[in-house]
């Protein structure tokens, strides 16, 4: 393990927990001004965040032990996955203990626990958020496999820095599968991050919602952790797909500390890129009804499928 | 290193977006963007023969191209979406199995289509034989839209896109048809829109809808 | 025979101890304190020990021996090898386990007699230790029909309800069907000599014809045990009527043996399976680990959809054996070995989570009284140790890392993933969809394990008898934290089971000795240097993460916690039957899924005072399949029973007319 390796590391999870409610807050402040409305500053997340940190946390009179846990856990694996995601530099310690699969792995994790924690206090919108939140998926989580199975064919490797090096090195080709590959993985991400077309982060009592219906009984501290982890899992998200399709710019062992300090700005700069193409997607679409949903990540699962097969038949 | 050279590369390419379309084409209910899908797929297709007309030097597939461009990008659709809007069908009815379980389907068939194509371009000579196997997913799935569909509007819309995988499987395999072959395949594709046309607007005298399943209703003994 | 010691004698006696403990508890049959108090845990003890006996002979070379038992000139032919050895130490360990929670969890006046009970269990176990050991046909079946008996009598153990007669019935019935199969398929393997030896169908030398319809029959057999689609009837039916303890050995343990069978007939008793069967046992895989989870997504009874959850397993496990056909055929002897340590360790996972989940059932069972998920819910509070535990059961069985069950299907799917070069065009494609069929199944069994865990344990009661459960006692506990160990253990030590699993791969498919790559923390298979797993640094940083998280928030935050009623969304009048149901949270998957059930649903009208609604969920393979077969059996029945006609002089004149037959035959 060298010494940048860790540095890199410690500068990921760091700019990963502080930039993730940015990130969060530049995709609603874009889809705002998309949508002609006057845009929230970037950094209400962090104004949420504070407000529920200095909030009284009302728990169910039969709340478990498992719902006082389950922010903790989730909010852990999702730091955990983001150490994996070569967003900044491929040189990561932690990322050879965990691979692509093992990436996947860790965000069902997260999402097992939330829907555990939803049902706990078993009401009506906190059983219905989980099973749809456990239906998104089921289908999501092999989509997100199948697109990692891609990425991990053309470049022989199923850990992420690789895949990522692996296509930096390479002369510049085009993949056909990967195309394939990118829209189904778009299609995840607005899925498993409740974006439209699949749940509107931006409503709550509506009969439609998923991932708000979870939250629904939590409050305070509880609630700020998850509100966290949920701008943390978009964020992962979006460097997954950096990493997976436009790795360009991280650093990698042989650029040295150079690499590292222009990785930052390179990272920024494609965070607001994705954030504004996401939001112009969700401005774009309409929300779908919600047994649409599972037809939406079907298309997407198999888009990967077909993406697999395409490398298969063309070689790339 | 990438062992393929760019244009390759790009033609790869149109042939992954070509097999797309057909899968969205699969998935799609509205017929007006079934028609833009069409135009879209004879884009891609014109693109292709020009890449392959200027990486062989083939004088004629320059002429098939803008043959392409004439025909399926712009005439059809045209005459498509006039159609559309004087017959007033914009739905497709619901599918006869669901989307997802057409595209399960769709999906079986590529990876038939692409085992089927192995063994036939290793045998082939040209550069471009790696896209067979695209090139026979498109003709059969073309043929499962058709088999889905209820409209006889999308069933055309279907048998056009099959057409195009025809001719793209014929470029691929041996850099296109003879030129004779070619004006007459298009011409055909031409006169059969033209008399499907007169067909419609037949159908929908008769049974006030252009829903196929009243068709059943013409067999004998009934 | 040879009394010095050997591993194979050492596992012998663990056997026929086993059998002594069965006995003795016929001596006082209705006791319980010594039935149920003082056997079951010297039963617990000698799966332990042999556990150990088997873990320490894994590397050593194979051993047999011949038993005076059996017929006169039909001796009993024993043979340890180290995939002998692997599946002893699963069913010891895992046994062990379940034979201390039986300690607690048989009662007083259910069904059977305790002692009676504790000669079947005991039995039960000898005989799946027997067919692991055997090393001839005879031997073979004679265990397999008692291990096949034994378990149809601990099913039916309480046999005046006649839904569990009926279960144990058809249990009984395919068990047969399959035994009947696996006979023949040794008949076909002896190959002209007549030696019914597992050494002469070694040594005999089958026309690839013959091979074939050798594997077909062994599949068959084997798989009716497995529980591989389309023979899966029983499973659904035999466990929620077996006691827990029994459908944790059965799903855990007797199923793995028909793993064992495939195993040691294609690459053992075959020598070299052709490539194409392997993609016999993947097909079959796929569809079973595909059907069952769908149909365990929508059970209402918890003990129903642990069963469709096995069946699921199952097939992961063959999709897991026939990946390893297809590469053995194929030449390609490390991506072999890697499919088949896969499939090893998921059989061991297995044995340890559904033990764990079944158990765990029992303890609700008990408690409650209580099958059907819909009177459950909220268990947690009053049964925090059983919910906890079964919280470990159910995580590992969902995938999730760092536990064991992801070790395996990140195993598989490596060995998916670098199957790029099978030389064969159409499997180089049909892999991948393999490779996406496993993931969706994984992704699957997620939502299952969420549902029958969210159900049983969190929310509210939804009756109010649950107020009074009680947690399971100690001894169930201690059961139960064996088996969740084990599953941890597993999860974050699979490089010292590998390395083991790996002698046992090279072994079975004649490959040189080798290392296994990777650090001791560090799983890094050798056909694919570029995928690693370290489970333990994964979950030390998470744990550390969410220690840090915890103790930060802790820290700062200067606000009370208190409790109040559940808001949800303002609505005051909250009560239990709000929560979702069983049938609720399988909607989504009746409504993606919807050709593959047979459904009949019974819904209200908008006049209705007292609405009811109503959908049962039907296995559409009955009705296609196991009905007109039935009905076909009946007819030919009917046929036949015309011979019977009742005069004593019809029957006489068969006997005269079979005698002058076979005499005629003869001549």
């Not at chain 3, 799966?47 to 038992?69: C, D, F, K, Q």
């Not at chain 3, 160990?485 to 083991?500: K, R, S, Y």
């Amino acid at each position: 393990m060298s010494t940048l390796g860790a540095i890199t590391q410690l500068l990921e999870i760091v700019c990963a927990l502080l930039a993730a409610p940015a990130f969060l807050g530049w995709v609603n402040q874009c889809r705002a001004w998309l949508q002609n409305k006057r845009a929230p500053s970037v950094l209400q997340p962090y104004y949420g965040l504070r407000k529920l940190f200095h909030k009284d946390v009302v728990l169910a009179e039969n709340a478990s032990s498992l719902f006082r846990l389950a922010p903790y856990i989730v909010f852990g694996t999702m730091v955990a996955a983001a150490a994996i995601i070569p967003s900044m530099g491929t040189g990561l310690p932690l990322s050879m203990a965990a691979d692509g699969i093992a990436l996947v792995g860790l965000l069902a994790t997260a999402r097992v626990f939330l829907s555990l924690a939803a049902m706990d206090v078993g009401t009506a919108f906190g059983t219905l958020g989980a099973r749809r939140e456990m239906m998104v998926g089921f289908l999501a989580e092999p989509a997100l496999l199948m697109v990692l199975f891609v990425a991990a064919m053309i470049s022989k490797t199923t850990s992420l820095p690789l895949i990522a090096e692996g296509l930096t090195t390479r002369a510049l080709g085009l993949y056909p599968s990967l195309a394939f590959t990118a829209v189904a993985f778009t299609m995840v991400l607005l899925a498993e991050n409740a974006r439209i077309p699949v749940d509107n982060p931006a409503t709550h009592l509506e009969l439609t919602m998923i991932h708000e219906a979870m939250l629904l009984e939590y409050s305070g501290r509880h609630l700020a952790m998850m509100e966290w982890a949920a701008a943390l899992k978009l964020f992962n998200y979006a460097c997954i797909g950096f990493a997976l399709f436009i790795p360009w710019g991280t650093s990698t062992e042989a650029s040295g500390p150079q690499g590292l300090l222009l990785a930052v700005p390179v990272l920024f700069a494609k965070l607001a890129v994705a954030g504004g193409g996401l939001a112009l997607i969700e401005t774009l679409s309409a929300k779908l009804r919600v047994f649409r949903a599972p037809e939406f990540l079907a298309t997407a699962f198999l888009l990967a499928v077909l993406g697999l097969l395409v490398h298969l038949l063309l070689g790339d | 290193m990438s062992p393929l050279s760019f244009d390759l590369q790009l033609l790869n390419a149109c042939a992954a977006l070509l097999l797309l379309l057909s899968f969205s084409m699969l998935s799609q209910r509205r017929i007006v963007n079934l028609v833009n899908l069409l135009a879209l797929q004879g884009a891609l297709l014109c693109a292709a023969t020009l890449l392959v007309a200027w990486r062989t030097g083939q004088g004629h597939l320059y002429l098939s191209a803008a043959l392409t461009l004439a025909l399926k990008v712009i005439g059809l659709p045209l005459l498509l979406h006039r159609l559309i809007r004087r017959l007033n069908v914009y739905w497709d009815a619901e599918p006869v199995i669901n989307t997802s379980g057409t595209m399960l389907i769709g999906l079986l068939v590529v990876v038939f289509s692409f085992g089927l194509a192995q063994p036939i371009s290793a045998l082939a000579s040209t550069a471009t034989r790696s896209t067979l196997g695209i090139a026979i997913a498109v003709i059969l799935l073309s043929f499962l839209t058709m088999i889905t569909r209820r409209k006889a509007m999308s069933q055309v819309v279907a048998f056009l896109s099959m057409e195009n995988g025809l001719f793209f499987g014929a470029m691929s395999a041996t850099y296109g048809m003879p030129m004779v072959v070619e004006l007459g395949v298009a011409l055909d594709v031409l006169v059969a829109m033209l008399v499907l046309g007169v067909f419609f607007f037949q159908i929908r005298e008769q049974f006030d809808s252009l829903d196929l399943h009243h068709l059943e209703s013409l067999k004998e003994g009934e | 025979m040879d009394v010095s010691f050997s591993y194979l004698n050492a596992c012998l006696a663990v056997l026929l101890a086993w059998g002594a403990i069965g006995l003795a508890g016929m001596i006082r049959p209705r006791s319980l304190g010594i039935a149920a108090r003082t056997l079951f845990p010297l039963g617990a003890l000698c799966g332990i020990a042999l556990a150990v006996l088997a873990v320490l002979s894994i590397a050593t070379p194979a051993e047999r021996a011949v038993l005076p038992l059996g017929l006169p000139d039909l001796p009993f032919h024993v043979r340890r090898d180290p995939l002998a050895s692997v599946f002893l130490a699963l069913l010891g360990a895992a046994s062990a386990g379940i034979s201390i929670f039986s300690t607690g969890y048989f009662r007083k006046g259910e069904g059977a007699l305790p002692g009676l009970l504790c000669l079947e269990y005991h039995v039960f176990l000898a005989s799946m230790g027997l067919v692991l050991l055997a090393d001839d046909a005879y031997a073979f079946m004679v265990a397999w029909e008692t291990m096949a008996l034994s378990s149809y009598f601990l099913v039916t153990t309480q046999h005046r309800i006649p839904e569990i007669r009926s279960a144990g019935f058809l249990y009984l019935l395919i068990a047969h069907v399959g035994a009947i199969s696996i006979l023949l398929s040794f008949g076909v393997m002896q190959g002209g000599s007549w030696q019914f030896t597992f050494d002469a169908m070694r040594a005999a030398h089958l026309s690839p014809g013959w091979a074939t319809v050798a594997f077909g029959l062994a599949m068959f057999g084997f798989g009716a045990k497995a529980g591989l689609v389309p023979l899966h009837v029983w499973l659904p039916e035999a466990h929620p009527a077996a006691p827990s303890p029994v459908s944790a050995l059965m799903s855990g343990v007797m199923l793995k043996t028909a793993v064992y069978g495939v195993l040691r007939v294609s690459f053992d008793l075959l020598g070299t399976p052709q490539w194409w069967w392997g993609l016999v046992a993947l097909g079959l895989g796929l569809l079973s680990a595909f059907y069952g989870v769908i149909f365990a997504a929508v059970q209402t009874d918890m003990k129903r959809l642990l069963a469709w959850s096995s069946i699921e397993n199952v097939g992961v496990i063959f999709t897991g054996v026939g990946l390893t056909i297809v590469f053995h055929g194929s030449g390609m002897g490390a991506l072999a070995a890697l499919a088949l340590i896969a499939t090893l360790y998921h059989c061991l996972n297995h044995a340890f989570m559904k033990s764990v989940l079944f158990l765990g059932t029992g303890s609700v069972l008990h408690a409650t009284g209580e099958r059907n998920l819909g009177r459950l819910g909220g268990l947690i509070h009053r049964m925090p140790w059983v919910a906890w535990l079964t919280l470990i059961g159910v995580l590992a069985i969902a995938g999730l890392p760092p536990l064991n069950g992801f070790v395996s299907e990140w195993l598989l799917l490596q060995a998916f993933l670098f199957a790029g070069d099978v030389p064969r065009t159409f499997v180089n494609m049909l892999l991948p969809v393999g490779a996406a069929v496993v993931a969706l199944c994984t992704a699957l069994a997620g939502y299952v394990m969420v549902k029958f865990f969210g159900v049983i344990f969190l929310g509210q009661p939804r009756e109010a008898a649950l107020a009074g459960a009680h947690d399971a006692g100690l001894v169930e506990r201690l059961g139960l934290l064996w088996l969740a160990l084990g599953c941890v253990g597993l999860g974050l030590f699979p490089v010292q089971v590998i390395e083991t699993l790996d002698v046992v791969a090279r072994d079975l498919l004649k490959l040189p000795a080798g290392r296994w790559g990777g650090d001791w923390w560090l799983l890094a298979p050798a056909a694919a240097r570029h995928a690693a797993y370290g489970p333990l640094a994964l979950f030390g940083v998470t744990l550390i993460v969410v220690a840090l998280a915890g103790l930060g928030v802790r820290a700062v935050y200067r606000r009370r916690v208190r409790r109040g009623p559940a808001w949800d969304c303002g609505f005051v009048r909250l009560d239990a039957r709000m929560q979702d149901t069983a049938e609720g949270f399988g909607q989504p998957i009746r409504h993606v899924f919807e050709p593959f059930f047979q459904m009949v649903r019974e819904l209200p009208t908008p006049f209705d005072f007292a609405p009811r609604y109503r959908v049962t969920v039907g296995d559409r393979l009955w009705t296609l399949l196991y009905l007109p077969l039935g009905a076909t059996v009946r007819w030919t029945a009917d046929r036949v029973a015309r011979l019977q006609q009742g005069r004593i002089a019809t029957y006489l004149l068969y006997s005269f007319v079979t005698l002058i037959a076979l005499l005629a035959l003869v001549l």
